[in-house]
């Protein structure tokens, strides 16, 4: 009799497939890196409005250090007084709609203040020079108590859009 044939040895070696390529990514990571550069841009864009939306604020604590400054330097109390007034009218139209603020004058633009530093100093107490007082020829106020005043009121005011 004859040997009996392995039938294993006609078979071929395994060929196993091509290593798989890194490119193109499958979908899920597609949606991935859509996602990631989504969630970049929405940051930018919300660090820069935050930014935007701070730059008044940052400016006219400047002004006033800078006014604060001058005025140790050289005292003008009622100069100054205007000038610190100044500055309040235009943080109060650069942080709130100006057809709100453009117009208040006297007790009103004092409560206006008020309300936005949320404080009562501007009606009842060193803050009331900013009303009617404030173009006298001598007008009675404390300049010193002034700049703290006017320093807390434009870090409190909201910004209104």
Request: net charge positive; hydrophobic share 45%; proline share 7%.
């Amino acid at each position: 009799k004859m040997p009996a044939e392995n039938p294993l040895a006609n078979l071929k070696d395994i060929h196993l497939p091509p290593a798989v390529s890194w490119w193109p990514p499958a979908p899920g990571w597609w949606i991935l890196v859509v996602l990631f550069v989504l969630l970049i841009v929405l940051c930018a864009w919300w660090l820069r409005r935050r930014y935007e939306r701070s730059r008044p604020r940052v400016e006219a604590l400047r002004i006033l250090k800078e006014l604060q400054v001058q005025y140790e330097k050289s005292p003008a109390a009622l100069t100054t007084l205007r000038t610190l007034s100044q500055l309040l009218r235009r943080s109060a139209l650069s942080f709130s709609k100006q057809e709100d603020v453009a117009s208040l004058q006297g007790e009103d633009w004092l409560k206006f203040l008020d309300k936005n530093g949320k404080t009562t100093e501007f009606t009842k107490g060193v803050g009331k020079i900013f009303g009617e007082n404030l173009f006298q020829q001598k007008p009675d106020f404390e300049i010193e108590a002034l700049f703290p005043l006017v320093s807390k009121w434009v870090k409190e005011c909201p910004h209104q859009s």
